[in-house]
């Protein structure tokens, strides 16, 4: 027997209080968590990987070693999440501001009702965004004073000992310690390290700090960061803020031996003193000392 009660309802146009099937109606409800899962399987199959460019906007990296940020353009902006394991490959650390060209796999979070991406790699988009980036950084970091000129400090003449932090193969090494056998014979130390590609900076920036964290009667005079030639991506990790700050922090002199005559990285602004080395002579020159005259 049906309800007066609803019948009554019905006739006056009031909306009932418990849900009823409707004539002609065949839909059956689906939960939230349905349509966020349907949502997902959707966007994760029509787009799948993709490549997206657009600016950088709230970079952050937790405490777990993730990283959020946002990528932005004109017109829309989309979240994105950097695992872990992916942030350490990256071959730049991201900064607000920089253009980029980031891979990953499109999805949603349905936590929140968002969709994202989830980025694998990240480039900078082209030579022109690189450049960008270095000049946004070194203003920065000349605002900062970690290149004031007040701050250089003063080179031993003939220092006892003198750490090297450079990769332990190649021709850097073999003309360092030749110039050194030559001009001045001494106790080298060589810290051993990736002078290019992911993890290099954080390598380069933590031997600055263990030469500087060595007992008095073992630390070395002076430090030189070197590495040879090569393009602005080959010489970024010498850009890098992790490892100019450790320069700068250092207590003991340091001189940037980076690159060529025509290259220029911020380590060499950050350090007390940079050695040229020209391209066809294996010979570093710098003044205020026979070691690299």
């Known amino acids: ?19 009823e099937p409707v004539a002609g109606d065949n839909a059956a409800p689906i939960s939230v ?5 349907k949502l997902k399987r959707v966007v994760e199959s029509e787009f799948g990987f993709v490549r997206l460019r657009g600016e950088i906007s709230g970079y952050k ?30 071959g730049f650390t991201p900064q607000d501001g920089a253009e980029v060209i980031a891979t990953g796999k499109v999805t949603t979070y349905p936590g929140r009702s968002k969709y994202q991406i989830v980025i694998d790699r990240m480039e900078l988009a082209g030579e022109g965004a690189l450049m960008a980036l270095l000049e946004k950084l070194k203003a920065k970091l000349a605002g900062e004073g970690l290149f004031a000129a007040s701050a250089k400090k003063r080179l031993p003449y003939l220092p006892r000992r003198i750490g090297v932090v450079t990769s332990p193969t190649g021709a850097v090494i073999r003309d360092i310690l ?20 992911a993890g290099s900076a954080e390598e380069v920036a933590a031997a600055v700090r263990g030469f500087d964290a060595m007992p008095p009667e073992t630390r070395p005079d002076l430090v030189i960061v070197a590495r040879g030639g090569g393009s602005i991506e080959d010489l970024w990790s010498f850009n890098e803020e992790v490892v100019v700050r450790a320069i700068a922090a250092c207590s003991i002199p340091i001189i940037s031996a980076v690159g060529h005559e025509t290259d220029t990285t911020l380590a060499d602004f950050a350090a007390d003193l940079r050695a040229r080395r020209p391209r066809r002579r294996p010979r570093w020159r710098c003044r205020y000392s026979p070691i690299c005259v």
């Not at 049906?2 to 209080?17: K, S, T, Y």
């Not at 968590?33 to 899962?37: I, N």
């Not at 030559?182 to 060589?190: A, N, Y």
Request: glycine share 10%; with cysteine.
């Open 178 to 197: 030749h110039r050194l056998e030559d001009r001045c014979p001494t106790h080298v130390l060589v810290w051993p390290v990736k002078v290019q590609g």
């Open 1 to 19: 027997m049906a309800d007066p009660f609803l019948e009554i309802a019905r006739r006056e146009g009031v909306h009932a209080l418990l849900d």
């Open 61 to 90: 990296r937790v405490a777990s070693g993730h990283a959020y940020l946002s990528l932005k353009d004109d017109s829309a902006v989309i979240d994105g999440v950097i695992w872990k394991g992916n942030v350490a490959q990256l």
């Open 33 to 37: 968590g349905e349509l966020a899962g």
